[in-house]
């Protein structure tokens, strides 16, 4: 009954999502805080004044949502933890200006960067050579891989968990093949500066895209979006799941020129071609608006993580340096599959992973400072 295509799917498999919601959540990396004021009054006014609209198509190419994107980024460069307040607004750090402005055409939008990730997989890698990513990272690219037919060539981390950037470029360039990662990876949280992956860059094929998804950019230290000034076959991923507290809205978005733009939309109009729905279009518009907020909700996540990862080397623990919104770390004492389950039974929920070579860490979510303490209780009473 099955196709034969049915063979190569090997589903993704999510942080557990509770029915009881009891628990509290440091299992799937989402934002502990509530999406800005606006945002909910923008939606609760656009159901009351417009019910009509739910029963039409939205605009299938989100364009005021696109150019609300672009605006957004042209504000904060792309790291919302570094922007500085002002007044009412906010402005880049001087590291983070942008040397060029972000248009609508550079920016697509999708439901979730999970369906974008896939619309790339589609547009750009073939089954005729291996595409290259690190052996520890997002963990979806390689469902991908299984659904679109992508042979793969993982490449081991280094020592310290960040990226083996010389092998990496060097597999590319052996292959003539695209490379794809997380910057600040996941689960590790390392990342690398924008200058290395400059380099990595300019040494891989030029024909083929290079695709840094920077799902937790907004909590590290640098953005690659400046990057695209120099290569047209640069995509940056970017989400709305994780900085911008609406991983229930579904919206992820590509920057990248507009050619490539241009192709993810090809695949878009003969798939799925109403990805964005009418209330996400206007939520997300109204998030880029109230950028200011999430600026905030990033510096308290930032805050906390530093505080966490302290707390966490005192008790002895291994802390990989961390530049997103979780932590991935292992207690040397006791096994990390104990420690999962003594938490769960504290009410708390954590990631880890049967893969072997990361079986004993745990991947922390960095919730609000009455989470944290919950479970630095709970740790302390292992
Ligand atoms: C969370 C995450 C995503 C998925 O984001 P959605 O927009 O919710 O689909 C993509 N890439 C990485 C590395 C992530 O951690």
Redesign the pocket.
Same mark, same amino acid.
């Given at each position: 009954m099955k196709s034969s295509r049915m063979d190569n799917l090997h589903p993704y498999v999510p942080g557990e999502q509770p029915k009881d919601r009891t628990y509290i959540k440091l299992n799937?990396?989402e934002n502990p805080y509530p999406p800005a004021p606006e945002v909910i009054k923008a939606v609760s006014d656009f159901v009351k004044t417009h019910p009509e609209r739910l029963g039409l198509y939205p605009d299938p190419d989100s364009f005021v949502l696109r150019t609300a994107i672009a605006k957004m980024l042209n504000r904060t460069g792309g790291v919302l933890a570094d922007c500085r307040s002002t007044g009412t607004g906010c402005e880049p750090a001087e590291k983070d200006m942008l040397p060029f402005t972000i248009t609508p055409e550079m920016i697509y939008c999708g439901?979730?960067?999970?369906?974008? +990730?896939s619309f790339i997989f589609y547009a750009f890698f073939d089954s005729d050579r291996p595409l290259v990513l690190p052996e520890f990272?997002?963990s979806?690219y390689p469902v991908y891989a299984g659904f679109y037919a992508v042979p793969l060539d993982p490449v081991p981390l280094n020592s310290d968990w960040t990226l083996d950037t010389k092998t990496m470029t060097g597999r590319a360039c052996a292959h003539d093949s695209g490379t794809i990662f997380?910057n600040p990876?996941?689960p590790t949280g390392r990342m690398l500066s924008r200058d290395e992956v400059r380099q990595m860059i300019q040494k891989s094929p030029k024909d083929r895209v290079f695709v840094v998804?920077e799902?937790?950019a907004d909590f590290g230290t640098e953005s690659c979006i400046p990057l695209l000034a120099e290569f047209d076959n640069l995509v940056i991923?970017r989400?709305?799941?994780?900085s911008f507290c609406g991983?229930g809205l579904? +919206?992820?978005y590509i920057v990248a020129a507009p050619d490539i733009v241009k192709t993810v939309t090809t695949v878009k109009n003969s798939l799925n071609h109403f990805p964005v729905d009418a209330v996400t279009q206007i939520a997300g518009k109204a998030a880029c608006e109230s950028v200011s907020y999430y600026v905030q909700c990033a510096k308290k996540i930032v805050e906390e993580r530093e505080k966490f990862s302290a707390f966490l080397k005192q008790k002895d623990w291994s802390v990989i340096p961390s530049c997103?919104n979780f932590i991935f770390t292992r207690p040397r004492a006791v096994s990390g599959k104990k420690v999962y389950e003594h938490i769960k039974q504290n009410g708390i929920l954590l990631r880890r992973f049967d893969t072997a070579g990361i079986e004993e860490y745990l991947r922390i979510t960095i919730g609000t400072a009455g989470q944290m303490s919950v479970l630095c209780s709970a740790l302390s009473n292992l």
């Open positions: 799937a990396n439901n979730g960067s999970d369906e974008v +990730l990272t997002y979806f997380a990876n996941a998804d799902a937790y991923v989400t709305f799941s994780k991983a579904r +919206l992820g997103t």
